[in-house]
């Protein structure tokens, strides 16, 4: 689906330096293309680089993200609050050994299965066609 998406703070809980991602480029019911920035005043940054498996930590934001709209379109509210949880990291693959903070980052997550409240999302962390993270993630999701 092409178009304009909402507000990054409207799809995720995050605030602060915690929100890695920044805008919702591309979304399907498979699949979600974002942006992220890493700024440099985050914890992980060191100089002007962080740690490439923070990839993971952007990766599960884009899963939630995708969650919300697929939710938003299909009609489906949970009542209350909305918390979700990244499970496990299945298989982890760190192609550069850092990313750069303030450089966008594009964040690709598809699925690959549900059983919900469990998804399994295959993700990736790329910039100027370069991949620095590949992951194959776990998430729940669920009302508190």
């Not at 100089?47 to 009609?75: H, N, W, Y």
């Not at 209350?80 to 050994?97: M, N």
Request: proline share 6%; charged share 20%.
């Amino acid at each position: 689906m092409g178009g304009e998406w909402p507000d990054i703070s409207e799809l995720l809980p995050h605030t602060g330096i915690a929100r890695l991602l920044t805008k919702v480029l591309r979304w399907d019911e498979f699949s979600i293309e974002a942006t992220a920035l890493i700024p440099g005043c985050h914890p992980f940054v060191t100089g002007d680089t962080a740690p490439s498996f923070l990839a993971i930590e952007l990766g599960a934001q884009a899963a939630a993200c995708m969650e919300v709209l697929s939710r938003r379109k299909s009609g489906t509210q949970y009542e209350g609050a909305v918390i979700g949880s990244l499970v496990r990291v299945r298989e982890a693959t760190v192609y550069q050994d850092a990313l750069p903070s303030g450089k966008p980052i594009l964040i690709r997550a598809k699925l690959q299965s549900t059983a919900h409240p469990l998804a399994v999302y295959r993700v990736a962390a790329v910039i100027d066609k370069v991949v620095f993270c590949e992951a194959i993630i776990s998430t729940r999701i669920g009302a508190v």
